[in-house]
């Protein structure tokens, strides 16, 4: 038996905020009290000026993920370090099926390269081939293997997307047994036009990756798969949701009843279109999808969070090297400099994304400190099958808990940082709100700067029903 106390802390959850301590034991919570007492020799943390927070809950990342010729660049222990560094305790993670076999397969293929993981790891499952067999694994997926959430994708025809028949299909199989889907929602056919086009026309700079992926398009793709979701009686929930339009479309649906979710990332909210703009090369390491979106989008975000027609902010952490020289060829952005449409997509953000959204959100924007715990742990652990055991702190829940200093004042460097890449979206950005302790289970894994979890010591997180946010 392993017991531990926090002592003096201001515990914050989706819907508290009270001064208390907190008995962690066998990797649990075990009381919440004031002035509790407990036997000799038993560890004590002073969280005195401290908030005491839930384990954040990231449900977007692509660790150690071959994506076409690219490959991202953490793996599920660098990955996980850089989770837990940035305040985030539990992470899903996206498996992937690849063409012509058996989504079950692509699940053996994360567990293996997922076992070194030092922060608890769920799995969703990305499918690329919708079949009889294919609907059948997923109802197994869902009820003996703890994979409640699909992703599918309307964009990178050929590589990624599927049809809407197939989308049809899997979201009413999905529905009916528990689970959700989730949809990258962007029109591919008419992106690879516009791809083509700006090609054809000399134009080869990463800008071009965001004029060849209109708003409007994110908007209609949106769109179009609310409404076969409707159709199929099943919840969808959209991610990296960045422009007006798409929001627009969630807003409607929400307003009609429907079990239609949606998450935004750090980058869509302290970013825009003009990081474009930058000289060289440099705007490749923005080039993520969808892209970075005009300020007009941002504030619909900045609403959508308030009037919770958003519910989460996840990271979509997908690093890739902005250069060769670091790991190498295949894990970097250099792929495209010729050519912005080979430009690996994805960008790393698992690290800054708590301390960015308590600076960004709750000191400049407005956001309430139970909206923050809400947006960035519980409403994730809920929509995703983990709630109560992760994203709040109660009785019974697991230890997973952040101590945050909220007056601690600092600069984003991705030279200090514990992910792969070598750089930051927000290098140079002086914000406010740090991580100072950070429990797993009970086990204090981050001490200030001081790595104290390992290799492996995450668990795997067999998750349940689906889609039900409240
Ligand atoms: O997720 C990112 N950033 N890129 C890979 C493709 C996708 O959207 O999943
Ligand atoms: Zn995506
Ligand atoms: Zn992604």
Not at 73 to 82: K, R
Not at 116 to 124: I, P
């Amino acid at each position: 038996m392993t017991a531990t106390v926090i002592r003096n802390g201001r515990i914050v959850t989706a819907v508290d905020d009270y001064r208390a301590d907190i008995l962690m034991e066998d990797g649990r919570v075990r009381m919440i009290g004031t002035d509790l007492p407990v036997g000799d020799g038993i560890p004590e943390h002073d969280a005195k000026g401290l908030l005491v927070l839930p384990g954040g809950v990231d449900v977007h990342t692509h660790l150690d993920w071959d994506f076409g010729p690219a490959r991202t660049a953490d793996t599920f222990y660098t990955g996980s370090q850089a989770a837990a560094f940035g305040g985030t305790t539990t992470v899903v993670d996206f498996a992937a099926q690849v063409k012509g076999t058996s989504p079950l397969d692509g699940l053996a293929d994360w567990h293996e390269r997922a076992s070194v993981a030092a922060v608890d790891m769920g799995a969703h499952m990305i499918i690329t081939e919708v079949n009889d067999q294919t609907l059948i694994d997923m109802k197994s997926l869902i009820h003996d293997e703890g994979v409640s959430t699909f992703k599918l994708f309307t964009a990178y025809p050929d590589v990624l997307m599927i049809d809407d028949g197939q989308i049809f299909k899997t979201m009413r199989q999905v529905g009916a047994h528990g689970g959700m889907v989730q949809i990258h929602a962007e029109n591919g056919h008419v992106i690879d036009v516009l791809v083509q086009e700006a090609l054809d026309a000399g134009n080869t700079s990463p800008k071009w990756h965001m004029l060849t992926r209109p708003t409007l398009m994110e908007g209609e793709a949106t769109h179009r798969v609310i409404r076969i979701a409707e159709l199929a009686e099943a919840p969808v929930y959209i991610v990296h949701l960045s422009a007006g339009e798409a929001l627009d479309a969630v807003t409607e649906a929400r307003d009609r009843g429907l079990p239609v979710h949606a998450e935004t990332c750090p980058h869509y909210l302290f970013l825009t279109d003009e990081e474009y703009d930058r000289p060289g090369f440099e705007a490749a390491k923005f080039v993520m999808p969808p892209p970075l979106r005009g300020a007009a989008h941002q504030h619909a975000l900045w609403r959508g969070l308030k009037t919770d027609d958003l519910q989460v902010i996840a990271t979509d952490h997908c690093p890739f090297c902005f250069s060769e020289n670091v790991l190498g060829l295949r894990l970097s952005k250099e792929l495209g400099r010729d050519d912005f449409s080979k430009i690996p997509n994805g960008a790393p953000g698992l690290e800054t994304r708590m301390p960015l959204v308590y600076d960004g959100g709750v000191r400049r924007n407005g956001m309430s400190l139970n909206r923050y715990v809400e947006l960035t742990a519980t409403a994730p652990a809920k929509l995703f099958g983990l709630f109560p055991r992760k994203g709040t702190i109660a009785v019974g829940s697991d230890a997973d808990i952040v101590l945050f200093n909220p007056n601690e004042t600092w600069t984003i460097h991705a030279a200090e940082h514990h992910s792969r890449v070598e750089y930051s979206l927000f290098e140079g950005r002086e914000i406010t709100g740090r991580v100072s302790k950070v429990f797993l289970r009970g086990e204090l894994i981050v001490d200030g700067r001081e790595w104290l979890g390992r290799e492996g010591g995450g668990q795997f997180l067999k998750r349940g029903q689906a889609g039900k946010a409240k």
